[in-house]
């Protein structure tokens, strides 16, 4: 299976640190992708990384791959209690979108 | 801003019955995607649809499921004959142009509760 496992299961953190939330995969892939999903809703995109890209930065969202690993890691700064949600990282094996989620991170952002 | 629409948002029904989830993608989407997630696990990928038909599916998707556009705006997944452990929140995706965009957009999901 090429699922990703998600580390740490969940995270507790006081509104304005950094939460660092890594997953781990198993096949080699297309691309990475990371989501946001809050309690009993839909799944948010948040930024894709492909294999050939080592870093990605959207706003307050700092995403690392290491295919050699097989790993990647997403960085939240300066997190606010709207961050509160469980995050996903998603592996594509072909590029196609057939997407196979983690198990997730829970994140609780303490005002 | 575009959304994905699911309906129904819950759904109770007995084991052995027919059920259908419907889902409205954004308009301009041409690659659809169903998947689900049972409660307390992982998001599971079911099906993929391009073209009228279907992509690639997962071992999950077996013959009591199947998938149909009817109507060029609407995209449903039919479960023929439920079994308890097909309850699930079922979640209907839509993506512009496939693996080139990558971003999937994800609707609230069906809740599908199977007596």
């Known amino acids: 299976s090429q699922q990703g496992e998600e580390d740490p299961q969940a995270l507790s953190i006081q509104e304005g640190e950094n939460a660092t939330m890594n997953c781990s995969y198993k096949?080699?892939?297309?691309?990475l992708q990371w989501y946001r999903q809050n309690s009993g809703r839909g799944l948010v995109h948040l930024i894709l990384?492909?294999?050939?890209?080592r870093e990605k930065h959207s706003g307050r969202l700092r995403v690392t791959l290491d295919t050699s690993k097989k790993s990647s890691s997403l960085l939240i700064t300066a997190s606010r209690a709207a961050d509160t949600a469980s995050y996903f990282c998603a592996t594509d094996i072909s590029g196609a979108n057939n997407l196979f989620f983690g198990t997730g991170t829970r994140l609780t952002v303490i005002p | 801003e575009p959304e994905v629409t699911q309906t129904p948002s819950h759904q109770v029904t007995q084991m052995g019955q027919e059920v259908i989830l419907r889902c409205v993608p954004i308009s301009n989407h041409l690659y659809f995607y169903w998947y689900r997630q049972i409660l307390g696990q992982k998001v599971e990928f079911l099906v993929s649809?391009?073209?009228?038909?279907?992509?690639?599916k997962s071992e999950i998707f077996d013959d009591q499921f199947s998938v149909e556009r009817p109507d060029g705006s609407n995209f449903t997944l039919k479960i023929r004959s439920t079994k308890l452990e097909d309850s699930a929140m079922y979640f209907c995706?839509?993506?512009?142009?496939?693996?080139?965009?990558?971003?999937?957009?994800f609707g609230e999901g069906s809740r599908l509760t199977v007596l």
């Open positions: 995706a839509s993506n512009l142009a496939g693996g080139r965009t990558g971003e999937l957009f």
């Open positions: 096949t080699s892939i297309n691309n």
């Open positions: 649809f391009y073209n009228n038909e279907i992509s690639e």
């Open positions: 990384i492909r294999s050939n890209e």
